[in-house]
């Protein structure tokens, strides 16, 4: 637990140098700690040193922890792949959604989320790589899906997300960010509340953020290896 405090203390120094180094404004990007296959004693102790925002991948395993730390205040945010049945326990559980990828999706979490309360975030989940089996929708589909998205009743519409394929190094890993980056400026005035690109993991933070990301998502980098 002395480590997870320990990661998130460096990682909070490391992102203040990055930010100085690429002219970002100071802490303009925002720290989601991916907890996905940690316990919720792993959430605790990050919460303690100063995480408010947890993603989750697996629903079941998410919504175990979401009652089980009902008693503290985060902010749950799903980025894994949706299946339809799984819309609602989303819509009734978390405050953010990463990855959506299709209309429907969208729809239902519209339709399941609870019209008095606020309304669910949600980004447009772009695939950057043309590997077949990765989630997401192709870049030129992304204003189709947010013109849409951003007319649905219970949905506020917040921004773009992806996860590139792995780069052996920096520039490259920069070059697939920029493609979405540059995506994201076009698409930002369009939508009432577009302000978050969900970009970088712990092995590409850097280069999410120098071609500008507003959130980038850690696991491994705060609570080290998954079981
Ligand atoms: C697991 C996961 C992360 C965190 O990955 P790390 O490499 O452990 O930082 C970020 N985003 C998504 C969508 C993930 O599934």
Same mark, same amino acid.
């Given at each position: 637990?002395?480590?997870?405090?320990?990661?998130?203390? !460096?990682?909070?120094? !490391?992102?203040?140098?990055?930010? &100085?180094?690429?002219?970002?404004?100071?802490?303009?990007?925002?720290?989601?700690?991916?907890?996905? !296959?940690?316990?919720?004693?792993?959430?605790?102790?990050?919460?303690?040193?100063?995480?408010?925002?947890?993603?989750?991948?697996?629903?079941?395993?998410?919504?175990?922890?979401?009652? $089980?730390?009902?008693?503290? $205040?985060?902010?749950?945010?799903?980025?894994?792949?949706?299946?339809?049945?799984?819309?609602?326990?989303?819509?009734?559980?978390?405050?953010?959604?990463?990855?959506?990828?299709?209309?429907?999706?969208?729809?239902?979490?519209?339709? %399941? &989320?609870?019209?008095?309360?606020?309304?669910?975030?949600?980004?447009?989940?772009?695939?950057? =790589?043309?590997?077949?089996?990765? =989630?997401?929708?192709?870049?030129?589909?992304?204003?189709?899906?947010?013109?849409?998205?951003?007319?649905?009743?219970?949905?506020?519409? &917040?921004?773009?997300?992806?996860?590139?394929?792995?780069?052996?190094?920096?520039?490259?890993?920069?070059?697939?960010? !920029?493609?979405?980056? %540059?995506?994201?400026?076009?698409?930002?005035? $369009?939508?009432? %509340?577009?302000?978050?690109?969900?970009?970088?993991? =712990?092995?590409?933070?850097?280069?999410?953020?120098?071609?500008?990301?507003?959130?980038?998502?850690?696991?491994?980098?705060?609570?080290?290896? &998954?079981?």
């Amino acid at each position: 637990m002395i480590t997870i405090a320990k990661n998130i203390e !460096r990682l909070s120094d !490391r992102l203040l140098r990055i930010e &100085r180094q690429y002219e970002r404004g100071a802490a303009c990007v925002k720290l989601l700690a991916v907890s996905k !296959r940690h316990p919720a004693e792993s959430i605790i102790a990050a919460n303690k040193a100063g995480i408010e925002d947890f993603g989750e991948n697996y629903l079941q395993e998410a919504l175990d922890k979401i009652q $089980r730390l009902s008693s503290i $205040r985060v902010n749950w945010h799903f980025i894994g792949p949706i299946q339809s049945n799984k819309t609602k326990a989303i819509a009734e559980n978390f405050q953010w959604v990463h990855s959506i990828d299709r209309l429907k999706i969208a729809q239902r979490l519209s339709d %399941q &989320r609870e019209p008095s309360g606020p309304k669910l975030n949600v980004c447009v989940q772009i695939k950057l =790589s043309d590997e077949t089996n990765k =989630s997401g929708l192709e870049l030129v589909a992304a204003e189709a899906l947010c013109d849409a998205v951003e007319v649905l009743p219970n949905l506020q519409l &917040r921004g773009l997300m992806a996860i590139p394929a792995a780069e052996p190094d920096f520039e490259s890993q920069r070059l697939a960010f !920029r493609a979405l980056a %540059q995506e994201y400026s076009r698409l930002k005035p $369009r939508y009432a %509340q577009f302000d978050t690109l969900s970009m970088g993991m =712990s092995n590409d933070f850097e280069a999410a953020i120098a071609e500008g990301s507003t959130l980038i998502r850690i696991g491994t980098g705060i609570f080290g290896p &998954r079981s």
